[in-house]
């Protein structure tokens, strides 16, 4: 819920940016530029709590998703030693040939 507080903050922003300077008699591809430059500053100085939020969960989600990769990894590494360790005991196992030097 955090991230999506912050989105929508920083949304309420830009809108407020856009709309003021608009207000102000800027048009055009400026208004659009300076409306993002606006916002991306205001934000960063009134928002810095909500920014920390959704970073924290982005980066506990990350944290989880690089653990559920380790584990499938582990488990992956595990079942094909397994499977290697089988073929060498197994029945038709035949020892492999050193190529002549």
């Known amino acids: 819920m955090p991230i999506v507080r912050y989105t929508l903050l920083r949304l309420a922003v830009l809108a407020a940016a856009f709309g003021l300077l608009w207000l102000v008699g800027v048009r055009g591809w400026l208004l659009a530029v300076l409306s993002v430059l606006v916002a991306a500053l205001v934000s960063f100085l009134l928002l810095p709590k909500q920014a920390g939020e959704a970073a924290a969960v982005l980066a506990r989600r990350g944290e989880r998703q690089r653990e559920r990769i380790d584990r499938v990894i582990d488990e992956d590494a595990a079942e094909e030693d397994a499977l290697l360790d089988g073929e060498e005991d197994g029945p038709n196992h ?6 002549d030097s």
């Open 94 to 99: 035949r020892p492999r040939s050193r190529p």
